[in-house]
């Protein structure tokens, strides 16, 4: 009897969200509800594409969040696991992007910024030297999974990787109202987040 490593609280959206790529397909599933809805969509994408449902698809679903999470926060790992510097760092930005994703829908109701707008704060981005391309954000399904909250694309999300600065996915920033905050630092009094961390501040400094 196998033992499939799961998730310590169901219940709880993993910081990277709730997402699988079928590895007949190669398509990533993302679920902005919780952990049976995306089950059920990735069943629904299996049928859609005439594939079988194995017994335990449910449980592999379950196993594939459980590796991307930090080990804290599962159960049955292997005893010989090891999360490397790399997989840390990914665990701390998806982290930071699902924390901001989740402000700008319940802080600022998904407001974006028009299409123009969000082209020319790309443009600074991408050749802005706090622009860290390190992480492969297309091969760990972030682009999927921003994208689906997003609802936009880019030209130059290809070259864009995570700001430096606050830690956040850069595409998951740049069509939206809301503030972040920066972690590492100050942004660039070129950058387009300045101001708006700057404002985002105000209240809370005249407290
Ligand atoms: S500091 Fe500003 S301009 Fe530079 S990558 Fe971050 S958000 Fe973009």
């Known amino acids: 009897m196998p033992i499939y490593p799961r998730l310590k609280n169901r219940n709880m959206e993993p910081p990277g969200g709730w997402i699988y790529r079928d590895l007949d397909t190669g398509m990533w599933t993302a679920s902005k509800k919780n952990i049976d809805d995306l089950i059920a969509q990735c069943i629904a994408h299996r049928r859609?594409?005439?594939l079988p449902i194995p017994s335990d698809f449910a449980q592999k679903i379950e196993t594939s969040l459980a590796f991307s999470v930090s080990p804290e926060l599962a159960i049955d790992l292997p005893d010989d696991r090891k999360i490397g510097p790399r997989a840390i760092t990914l665990y701390h930005v998806n982290k930071a992007t699902n924390a901001y994703l989740l402000g700008w829908r319940l802080k600022a109701g998904m407001a974006k910024v028009d299409g123009d707008e969000a082209l020319g704060r790309a443009e600074?981005?991408?050749?802005?030297?706090?622009?860290n391309r390190t992480l492969c954000l297309t091969c760990n399904g972030a682009d999927q999974w921003i994208g689906a909250w997003t609802g936009r694309r880019s030209?130059?999300?290809?070259?864009?990787?995570?700001?430096?600065?606050?830690?956040?996915?850069?595409?998951?920033?740049?069509?939206?109202?809301?503030?972040?905050?920066?972690?590492?630092?100050?942004?660039?009094?070129?950058?387009?987040?300045?101001?708006m961390a700057a404002s985002a501040l105000e209240p809370a400094a005249a407290q």
Do not use: M, R
């Not at 600074?124 to 622009?131: D, E, G, H, P, W």
């Not at 864009?160 to 503030?179: F, M, N, R, W």
């Open 155 to 195: 030209k130059f999300d290809p070259v864009l990787g995570v700001c430096e600065q606050d830690g956040i996915i850069l595409y998951a920033t740049l069509h939206s109202k809301h503030p972040p905050h920066p972690l590492n630092g100050v942004f660039p009094a070129f950058c387009w987040k300045a101001e």
């Open 124 to 131: 600074t981005c991408a050749s802005c030297k706090f622009n």
């Open 48 to 50: 859609a594409n005439d």
